[in-house]
């Protein structure tokens, strides 16, 4: 059926003079034009108002210097506790981010145009989808400790709200850039709504699905590791004291904790990813 | 399994099809008037350039495609007054085989072929060959035995050559236990061998199953070899409807003749509308 149509490549008989060479350049349209002054505009007017003192931002570099001297090295006393900090995190990260992938699931079904059950409904929940994701995390947890209490609890449901509003929409999107054969002749044979769905829609979208998924996670895991600067449970709640009482050692531990565990998860993910991609994916192409 | 026309229930053709015009959305006329009677039991070959309404008079007959005016029966339902449940039942009754071959790639070939059955044994069981129940996976290798394909049961379908993914498309379609078959260009996107060996297993099936068929073909020589009735649409009309003996190898080429070939151009006013068979197909599409 891709089959070029004939008629379309109609030569133009005679006709070879008469068409003009395009310019080499346009004017930019107006609209370009206008979005660029305006950000360039903001940008001056932001920087003269800000009243920016340059002293200020010179003395940066010494402080971080102090900082850095008086971090090394860094404090191991208090390991076990900060580590036992870092597991909670860890675990808020893990338990958030199953809850927000699973409520995607059903949350991107419906928000997919293509397998959404009533168009009015998939607009929806793309407007909730996008305002979970567009409060930061850390407003989530401000508000859910004032909802559920201080604690590890607030942390898991700003989790999974953070996670619910980005991997819902990536997860629909993904839907619906599956191919419409598979599915068509899955629906063909008299199969129900749910049986394309599973039969079709979710074996096409699974890989997908898993690479989004432990995104989520390393996403999570950093965001995870501040959520305790607002009382929602984890190691962030020692790095605000620790840096307020100067106590620059224990800051730097626990800054290296974070970014170990940060690195592992980073690690984790793209060696699933690899696996799941097979070999021949990843081979260079160019 | 072979039945008897009476022993379907229904005495008679079991395509009716009168004054079936399709006008899409944007004003394509895909097809003008078409009256088509199918006996039960009979192969017809569909033939006609691209954008002739082959597909579109396809699709109607299991209201792919919403017919804009005219009657349809097919099996004893009329299509375009049905309700949802009788179409759903209608498509249950009617296996159709794609250009596209549409199996699911990430799926294993024998859970492709169980999803064959997934309209008539709809249980969520059925999703996945690994908790299907005996009597459908049982089923299903038969149909892959019947395909001479029961050795590549457990592959991923992506792993198939073209010319076997089709061949477990039809697999699946026999799982359907169909009465009708609609194949749409089935062998379009395969090689030459690969394609006989496609259509003679086709014509094979439904012989054995005493099945109806309506097959469209782009390849004028498969045609001749196993067309035995044949319909040609032109321009949304059916322009011939006669047994395949009796056309003349000039006429058959004539189909595919566009105004731009014939070197007398007398379709020359046509030429404000350069792609209407193109437009009229990304409407069927839809």
Request: glycine share 8%; net charge neutral; proline share 5%.
């Amino acid at each position: 059926m891709s089959a070029p149509v004939s008629n379309a490549v109609r030569p133009v008989s005679g006709a070879a003079g008469q068409h003009e060479l395009p310019p080499r350049f346009r004017a930019p349209r107006w609209s370009s034009v206008l979005v660029l002054a305006v950000m360039l505009g903001l940008s001056v007017q932001g920087l003269l108002r800000m009243d920016i003192s340059w002293s200020r931002a010179m003395q940066g570099p010494s402080n971080v210097w102090d900082f850095f001297m008086n971090s090394v090295p860094p404090n191991v006393g208090r390991f076990e506790n900060l580590a036992l900090l870092m597991l909670e995190t860890l675990e808020i990260a893990l338990i958030g981010t199953i809850i927000g992938v699973v409520l995607s699931l059903p949350a991107a079904l419906i928000a997919a145009r293509n397998t959404t059950p009533w168009l009015p409904l998939a607009w929806f929940m793309r407007l909730v989808l996008t305002t979970l994701r567009s409060v930061p995390d850390l407003v989530w947890a401000l508000i859910f400790v004032m909802a559920v209490g201080l604690g590890p609890l607030a942390g898991i449901l700003a989790i999974a709200v953070d996670v619910l509003g980005f991997a819902g929409r990536f997860f629909a999107e993904r839907i619906e850039e599956i191919e419409r054969g598979p599915m068509d002749a899955v629906r063909s044979t008299g199969a129900s709504g749910a049986a394309v769905v599973v039969g079709a829609v979710l074996p096409a979208a699974f890989a997908s699905f898993t690479a989004t998924s432990l995104y989520c996670l390393e996403k999570s895991i950093r965001g995870a590791t501040i959520l305790g600067m607002v009382g929602a449970g984890g190691i962030g709640m020692e790095l605000t004291p620790a840096f307020n009482l100067r106590q620059y050692d224990t800051a730097l531990m626990i800054i290296i904790l974070i970014l170990v565990v940060v690195l592992a998860a980073e690690q984790l993910s793209s060696t699933v990813r690899k696996r799941m991609l097979g070999a021949d994916q990843l081979t260079r192409a160019m | 399994m072979t039945l008897s026309p009476a022993e379907h229930g229904y005495s008679g053709p079991v395509i009716e099809v009168a004054g079936l015009v399709k006008e899409f959305s944007n004003g394509t006329r895909a097809l003008q008037g078409v009256d088509l009677r199918v006996q039960s039991g009979e192969t017809v070959v569909l033939l006609g350039a691209n954008g002739s309404g082959k597909s579109t008079l396809q699709k109607c007959l299991t209201r792919l495609v919403a017919p804009t005016s005219g009657t349809v029966r097919v099996l004893g339902t009329e299509v375009t007054t049905a309700s949802k449940r009788e179409i759903t039942r209608l498509r249950c009754d009617v296996g159709v085989v794609f250009q596209k071959i549409n199996l699911v790639r990430e799926l294993s070939v024998l859970t492709n072929v169980i999803h064959g059955s997934l309209g008539r044994a709809g249980s969520p069981r059925n999703w996945f060959a690994m908790t299907a129940r005996s009597e459908q996976r049982d089923e299903a290798m038969e149909a892959l035995e019947r395909v001479g394909l029961a050795h590549v049961a457990s592959r991923r379908a992506e792993q198939l050559s073209g010319g076997q993914q089709q061949r477990v498309a039809i697999a699946r379609t026999l799982m359907q236990r169909p009465k009708m078959i609609l194949a749409d260009e089935p062998v379009a996107a395969l090689d030459p061998r690969a394609g006989r060996q496609v259509m003679d297993l086709l014509w094979q099936v439904t012989e054995e199953e005493g099945l109806t068929l309506i097959c469209t073909l782009h390849q004028l020589e498969l045609a001749r070899i196993y067309g035995h009735r044949m319909v040609a649409l032109r321009e949304g009309r059916v322009d011939m409807d006669t047994y395949m003996h009796q056309v003349e190898d000039e006429q058959l080429e004539g189909l595919y003749t566009e105004e731009d070939e014939a070197p007398h151009a007398q379709h020359a006013d046509q030429h404000e509308h350069p792609e209407p068979s193109l437009t009229n197909l990304s409407g069927a599409a839809r």
